[in-house]
């Protein structure tokens, strides 16, 4: 019996795991396997959808992190949080499901959230998706342990109900440190105005399961939208930022083509009673056509650490038809260096590099798996291509012009298009006349584009026609390197 994708109405999408037929995962699972856009170094699910990344965390001598995970399908279903681990923020093991929707706190779905090491156990917080029969949504934030020494998942507690100062967009608590105390930040929507705002809460003692609302955080250069998601704050090299996705918010406030944006700013500070001390401009995270929902942590390590979800809501992409659906990131170290945030991938993805290639035209991979690193010196209008086959036929172009500054990434012949109602190219203009650094991370069907040691990245997914895109054009580019990355 050939298999067909299940059509997914409301009732399929909220089913309990376990009405779901080992007929129907088989079958899934065999068509997830057949996919040829399978990644070699990212996170990707083997079936189903994958979306935010939460509960990142070092606990036990280990880094744990989840992501929002939906089974049965490539649809937006009854979530719950996939867990893996990893010595080294490279090489993942995957735990299977973590966190599951089996509560009444909890009952359309385990929605995004962090986790922090709290005392022997690994403390999540995390927002409890309940609908009533009307179909409203009462938003719960909740937290539980985990401890594989005390038999995995404690008992789901609320720690905060629903408040009359927002709407019921109310979620994603993300905990952080300052000024001696816990925090939680959590996205919302104003009742008043029906704009996006952010809310803090704040633990008065180490029992990090009782909660005072401590303020609201508003952001006035985010104002125009409805809803802020996914938020995070963060500090490094003496200033504060803050990360969030700033859903319906206007062009004129942030110029961005993806269906919703993930922003940040810089502050100088987060001062004690919880407001940001010359809050600076508001940017694109990222300036590609993939990135939302970032979770960023400040380490026990001393380093701000974060990753992405390499996808949007409400987009359809080509591995749909394989029953799967997302990917995550590489890992990346956050720092702020002359007000400027950069980005880039941990230093243990170095372990991954194979000896280096050099090349000065035109090279074929092995495959779809490598760094690719190269310089544009000033004054040089630069391609290179990438994805191509032999032909140019199909390929990615990445346009670096160093006479006026402009970065072009364009996908519009890549192979299997999707998405291309929000344009099929993005750019960003640097400072003309100077030389520029590029690091390329490129997997199956995942590239990562930092430009000058990350002071911008462009992510993005990318589907192949064929198994003959693997060529690289480079021309105008100077000290190209390719080093195929092996896991
Ligand atoms: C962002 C988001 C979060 C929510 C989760 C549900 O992508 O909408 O706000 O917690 O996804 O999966």
Redesign the pocket.
């Given at each position: 019996m050939a298999f067909k994708l299940h059509t997914f109405n409301q009732e399929d999408r909220y089913r309990d795991y376990g009405e779901w037929s080992q007929e129907y995962i088989e079958s899934l699972n065999d068509l997830a396997a057949q996919s040829p856009w399978r990644n070699h170094f990212h996170i990707e699910p083997k079936t189903g959808l994958l979306?935010?990344p939460n509960g990142f965390s070092f606990y036990n001598g280990e880094w744990h992190l989840f992501y929002?995970y939906y089974p049965f399908g490539p649809v937006?279903g009854l979530?719950s949080w996939y867990h893996l681990t990893s010595k080294d923020l490279v090489h993942w093991e995957e735990k299977g499901i973590g966190l599951l929707p089996d509560n009444a706190l909890d009952a359309h779905?385990a929605?995004?959230?962090s986790a922090v090491a709290d005392g022997e156990d690994l403390r999540l917080f995390y927002?409890g998706?309940v609908r009533d029969d009307q179909w409203i949504r009462h938003p719960k934030q909740n937290t539980i342990t985990y401890n594989p020494d005390k038999g995995g998942f404690s008992e789901k507690q609320l720690i905060i109900d629903e408040i009359d100062l927002a709407t019921d967009h109310f979620?994603?608590p993300m905990y952080f440190t300052a000024h001696d105390h816990s925090w939680l930040v959590i996205?919302g929507q104003r009742v008043s105005d029906n704009k996006g705002t952010l809310y803090l809460y704040r633990a008065e003692t180490t029992h990090l399961d009782q909660w005072t609302f401590h303020s609201e955080l508003p952001i006035a250069q985010a104002d125009s939208a409805y809803m802020f998601?996914?938020p995070n704050i963060n500090q490094v090299d003496g200033k504060v930022f803050v990360t969030f996705?700033p859903q319906g918010i206007d062009r004129d406030q942030l110029a961005y083509q993806n269906i919703y944006p993930n922003a940040y700013l810089i502050a100088d500070a987060f001062t004690p009673d919880g407001q940001l001390e010359n809050p600076g401009k508001l940017y694109n995270l990222d300036y590609g056509f993939d990135v939302?929902?970032s979770q960023l942590i400040n380490a026990p390590d001393g380093r701000v650490l974060g990753v992405s979800?390499l996808g949007l809501?409400e987009i359809d992409y080509p591995t749909d038809a394989y029953g799967y659906q997302g990917a995550l990131s590489l890992i990346k170290d956050f720092r702020i260096k002359n007000g400027h945030l950069y980005q880039y991938p941990v230093e243990e993805m170095l372990a991954l590099r194979q000896a280096p290639i050099h090349f000065s035209e035109n090279i074929t991979v092995e495959k779809n798996a490598y760094e690719y690193a190269f310089e544009v010196f000033a004054n040089q209008e630069a391609t290179v291509y990438l994805y191509a086959d032999s032909d140019k036929k199909h390929f990615v172009t990445l346009s670096i012009n160093t006479i006026d500054g402009k970065i072009v990434l364009d996908r519009s012949d890549m192979g299997a298009s999707f998405g291309a109602e929000f344009g099929v190219s993005r750019q960003l203009t640097l400072t003309g006349q100077e030389n520029v650094k590029v690091n390329v991370f490129v997997d199956e069907s995942v590239l990562e584009v930092f430009i000058n040691d990350g002071a911008y990245v462009l992510s993005s997914r990318i589907f192949t026609a064929d198994e003959q895109q693997k060529n690289i054009f480079a021309e105008g580019t100077d000290n190209n390197v390719i080093y195929p990355l092996q896991k």
């Amino acid at each position: 019996m050939a298999f067909k994708l299940h059509t997914f109405n409301q009732e399929d999408r909220y089913r309990d795991y376990g009405e779901w037929s080992q007929e129907y995962i088989e079958s899934l699972n065999d068509l997830a396997a057949q996919s040829p856009w399978r990644n070699h170094f990212h996170i990707e699910p083997k079936t189903g959808l994958l979306n935010d990344p939460n509960g990142f965390s070092f606990y036990n001598g280990e880094w744990h992190l989840f992501y929002q995970y939906y089974p049965f399908g490539p649809v937006h279903g009854l979530k719950s949080w996939y867990h893996l681990t990893s010595k080294d923020l490279v090489h993942w093991e995957e735990k299977g499901i973590g966190l599951l929707p089996d509560n009444a706190l909890d009952a359309h779905g385990a929605y995004s959230g962090s986790a922090v090491a709290d005392g022997e156990d690994l403390r999540l917080f995390y927002t409890g998706n309940v609908r009533d029969d009307q179909w409203i949504r009462h938003p719960k934030q909740n937290t539980i342990t985990y401890n594989p020494d005390k038999g995995g998942f404690s008992e789901k507690q609320l720690i905060i109900d629903e408040i009359d100062l927002a709407t019921d967009h109310f979620r994603d608590p993300m905990y952080f440190t300052a000024h001696d105390h816990s925090w939680l930040v959590i996205g919302g929507q104003r009742v008043s105005d029906n704009k996006g705002t952010l809310y803090l809460y704040r633990a008065e003692t180490t029992h990090l399961d009782q909660w005072t609302f401590h303020s609201e955080l508003p952001i006035a250069q985010a104002d125009s939208a409805y809803m802020f998601e996914c938020p995070n704050i963060n500090q490094v090299d003496g200033k504060v930022f803050v990360t969030f996705c700033p859903q319906g918010i206007d062009r004129d406030q942030l110029a961005y083509q993806n269906i919703y944006p993930n922003a940040y700013l810089i502050a100088d500070a987060f001062t004690p009673d919880g407001q940001l001390e010359n809050p600076g401009k508001l940017y694109n995270l990222d300036y590609g056509f993939d990135v939302y929902a970032s979770q960023l942590i400040n380490a026990p390590d001393g380093r701000v650490l974060g990753v992405s979800w390499l996808g949007l809501p409400e987009i359809d992409y080509p591995t749909d038809a394989y029953g799967y659906q997302g990917a995550l990131s590489l890992i990346k170290d956050f720092r702020i260096k002359n007000g400027h945030l950069y980005q880039y991938p941990v230093e243990e993805m170095l372990a991954l590099r194979q000896a280096p290639i050099h090349f000065s035209e035109n090279i074929t991979v092995e495959k779809n798996a490598y760094e690719y690193a190269f310089e544009v010196f000033a004054n040089q209008e630069a391609t290179v291509y990438l994805y191509a086959d032999s032909d140019k036929k199909h390929f990615v172009t990445l346009s670096i012009n160093t006479i006026d500054g402009k970065i072009v990434l364009d996908r519009s012949d890549m192979g299997a298009s999707f998405g291309a109602e929000f344009g099929v190219s993005r750019q960003l203009t640097l400072t003309g006349q100077e030389n520029v650094k590029v690091n390329v991370f490129v997997d199956e069907s995942v590239l990562e584009v930092f430009i000058n040691d990350g002071a911008y990245v462009l992510s993005s997914r990318i589907f192949t026609a064929d198994e003959q895109q693997k060529n690289i054009f480079a021309e105008g580019t100077d000290n190209n390197v390719i080093y195929p990355l092996q896991k």
